[in-house]
Structure formats: C-alpha cells, structure tokens
C-alpha cells in the first residue's frame, strides 16, 4: 500500500509551503515524504521534487503551440489532461516502492477540482492502478476567512471540492502565523461557525447585494449548520504542535501506518531449576 494527499487549494493559498513544511516535519522525525510537482506553471518552490511535470510538459509549450494558442488557463487544463495520457511516465517517476507517502502538489486554478474532472480522473488512477490510499487536502488563505460573507464564500468553495472529487477531506486555513491576534481571536469563531452570527454580521451591512440576496445567505448558513458538511482546521507552520496535530489527522484518514507490522521481541523463558536455585 502506497499513501498520498492531493493538495489543493486557490493561488497563493500556501500550497508549496505546505508541501516543505510536511517534508522538513517528517525528515526530523525521521520520516521520508516526497513531493510530486503537478503544477506546469510553477516558477518556484523551496522543495526538491521526486518527479516535476514540467519534465513532460510546461504550460509555456501549450501557450506557443501555433495550432492551438493556449492562454495560461487553457495551457494549465492541456497540460493537466496531456499528464492523464502520459502516465506511463508518472508511473515510471513514481517507481513501484510500497509504503511511499507522496504530496501531489497541484495547479493552483481552482476550477480544475471544482467542477472540472481532470483531479478526479487522476486521484481514481492512483487509487486503482497504482495502489495508494489518498485523501484531499484543501487549502484556504486565513486572511480570506475573517468575515462572514468571504467565509460563505471559502465554505462553498470547499464543499465543492469535496462534492466532486469523492476522496477522503481535510479542509485547512493557512497562513495562521501572519494574522494578527485580533483578526485570530475573530478566526476562531469560524472554526465551529454559527450561522446565525454570520448572517447577523451580513445583515448588519448597508451594501445592496446583502440585502437583495439575505434569503440566500441565509439558506447556504443554515444548510451549513444543519449538516455539518464543512469544517476547518488551522495550520501554523511556525508551531509544531500544530503541524503534527494535522498530519495526525490526515494520517489517520488514510489509515498511515495501520498495516506495519507490530516490532516484537522474544523472551527466553527461565529454566524452573534456574528458578528454584536462585530462590
């Protein structure tokens, strides 16, 4: 049995910094993590990948194509759709060790895991043909969560993701270092959110598009409450405690480590005439 997590989330979302920061936690704890770049459009990342997209295909090859002149969201679907036809290749990178935990660090266009099916396809070729157990990572930039109406707004994003990927769902706020103490002790409040605070907070604004669509608010807070379909769960990365507190979770998602085997150590029984000597 493989291990993975398909980390997603939105531009700037941390994703990268997340990925290292998981590899440098497990390297102290004397564990191995690789890191699998999906991104064609990456520029940079303070990680060393165990396989690079960007070795089959940049986006950069679908922009310049003559025949099919990409822009940058279109070159990212190519790209994306070519890897699916090339995973003979992926196969190849990845190896065939058992007990590998890979990040598969993806693009950063939402839309691609949102309504497109082009993650799942690939998270279903893992699955099935290459054995790992997954579980998707959604990341959301803490900066994003601390009002009501961009909290509604991260929530549905997340639901999404989890709606259409199937997999196994952690969502995570990131970026918890850079909050002030304020804009924190406000973010707490969203991590078991109460709609009815929420909508008070919308209804309590005088911009025209809350009033006019306060049903509908009021519809996506209660279905929020009433089945508890999205929760999250904040990373520092500057705390420890924090980073182990969320690869626990994860772990125990995908069931990491439950089929090692249990390190016995056998015992020589003592002789009875040993026994009754010493005695």
Not at 28 to 54: G, H, Q, S, W
Not at 254 to 271: A, L, M, N, P, S
């Amino acid at each position: 049995m493989r291990y993975g997590q398909i980390v997603l989330g939105p531009a700037g979302s941390g994703k990268s910094t997340y990925c290292s920061t998981l590899v440098r936690h497990a390297a102290d704890a004397r564990k191995i993590v690789e890191v699998v770049n999906l991104d064609p459009a990456a520029e940079y990342f303070d990680y060393e990948p165990m396989a690079d997209i960007r070795e089959l295909i940049h986006v950069d090859d679908a922009m310049q194509d003559e025949d099919m002149h990409f822009g940058p969201n279109g070159g990212l679907v190519f790209c994306m759709e070519y890897l699916l036809e090339n995973l003979d290749w992926l196969e190849e990178q990845l190896g065939d060790s058992d007990d590998d935990y890979i990040l598969f660090d993806c693009p950063g266009q939402i839309e691609l895991y949102t309504h497109m099916t082009v993650i799942r396809q690939f998270a279903e070729v893992l699955s099935q043909r290459l054995n790992f157990r997954l579980c998707a990572v959604f990341l959301i930039d803490s900066q994003f969560l601390v009002d009501g109406p961009k909290f509604l707004s991260g929530t549905m994003a997340a639901l999404s993701v989890m709606v259409n990927l199937e997999l196994p769902h952690l969502n995570i706020i990131t970026k918890m270092d850079l909050l002030s103490k304020a804009a924190r002790k406000q973010l707490d409040s969203y991590l078991e959110p109460d709609p009815h605070v929420l909508l008070s907070e919308m209804s309590e604004s005088t911009s025209k598009w809350n009033q006019k669509h306060a049903k509908l608010s009021d519809a996506i807070g209660k279905l929020i409450e009433d089945y508890s379909l999205v929760r999250f769960c904040p990373l520092n990365i500057r705390d420890e405690e924090s980073i182990a507190d969320v690869l626990l979770t994860i772990d125990n998602m995908i069931q990491y480590g439950e089929d090692t085997d249990v390190k016995t150590r056998d015992f020589e029984e003592q002789d009875p005439e040993d026994e009754s000597e010493d005695s």
